[in-house]
């Protein structure tokens, strides 16, 4: 039975690359063979011992650097699509609550405004 899982290689590199970190440095930071690092990079499969330093030597959580989801930043879970961002942003309940008040207030305004033309015609 293999003992290695698939993991997000690009997000390492990523990672890596952020922090201005050469393979070497991150073999050292994470106590991995620079060769691990190299082949982590390659072809994103990883021993659980090597996924576990992976994450503390970022900071994150080992889940984190699991494989790739379809459209999905994993350090921020949103759409790394900006249309599906959009999307998304769209899709949000709280975008019908702001039109539910945009829409009371519409009302109201327009009922006071009726309210203060009626007030001039009367008087």
Do not use: C
């Amino acid at each position: 039975m293999s003992t290695e899982m698939k993991i997000n290689a690009e997000l390492i590199k990523r990672l890596r690359e952020e922090r201005g970190w050469s393979q070497e440095h991150l073999a050292a930071v994470s106590g991995l063979s620079a060769r691990t690092i190299q082949r982590l990079e390659a072809d994103g499969k990883a021993s659980h011992e090597s996924r576990l330093a992976l994450a503390s030597a970022f900071g994150v959580e080992p889940s984190v650097l699991g494989a790739a989801q379809a459209n999905v930043d994993p350090l921020t879970s949103k759409p790394a699509n900006p249309a599906s961002a959009l999307q998304a942003w769209l899709e949000h309940p709280s975008w019908r609550w702001f039109f539910v008040m945009l829409a009371a207030w519409f009302i109201y305004q327009a009922g006071r405004a009726a309210g203060e033309a009626w007030y001039y015609i009367m008087h």
